[in-house]
């Protein structure tokens, strides 16, 4: 009889450290809390982006391009940029940030990853497109977003076009 207690005290405890740890990786697994604001907010940040829609022209199907775009915080507050993702698995888009570069993000990502831009500096944003993965000919269009912290524009779309030989 002895036994069977210390076998199910020994289960019940195993079965809460499980637990434990479960809401332990999950709260980490969701980031960082992103701070929200008003627009009519004094301290805030303002989202400013170089251009949104861009044409890679002709390309062959085995050729990868890219475009990089700058975005500047205009604001007074940390810019957070978050929800990286893509329109197609063969577009991809990516932050680099004082020397740090992002992972790749497509469609199906799912990452906690936040990217911080402090008032008054630049970021980049990549933005690559790879029809090899999807092979297709013809005009393409696709796109690349992520969400921001700036109650003005709380998404940001970039478009690309191409034409792929």
Not at 69 to 78: D, R
Not at 101 to 112: G, I, L, R, V, Y
Not at 133 to 146: N, T
Request: aromatic share 8%; with cysteine; proline share 5%.
């Amino acid at each position: 009889m002895r036994f069977n207690s210390i076998m199910i005290v020994t289960g019940i405890l195993t079965l809460l450290v499980i637990i434990i740890l479960g809401i332990i990786s999950g709260k980490e697994a969701s980031g960082s809390p992103i701070p929200q604001y008003e627009p009519s907010d004094q301290e805030r940040p303002r989202i400013e982006i170089t251009e949104n829609r861009f044409d890679l022209g002709r390309m062959r199907v085995d050729e990868k391009r890219e475009k990089e775009v700058i975005l500047k915080n205009t604001g007074t507050a940390p810019l957070v940029l978050s929800n990286f993702s893509t329109s197609c698995d063969c577009t991809f888009i990516q932050m680099l940030y004082q020397g740090v570069t992002s992972e790749q993000f497509s469609m199906h990502s799912n990452s906690a990853w936040q990217g911080t831009v402090a008032p008054g500096t630049e970021a980049t944003i990549r933005v690559i497109y790879d029809p090899s993965i999807m092979p297709v000919a013809g005009s393409i269009e696709r796109s690349a977003y992520f969400s921001t912290n700036d109650p003005d524009q709380k998404q940001i779309m970039l478009y690309l076009t191409a034409f792929v030989e």
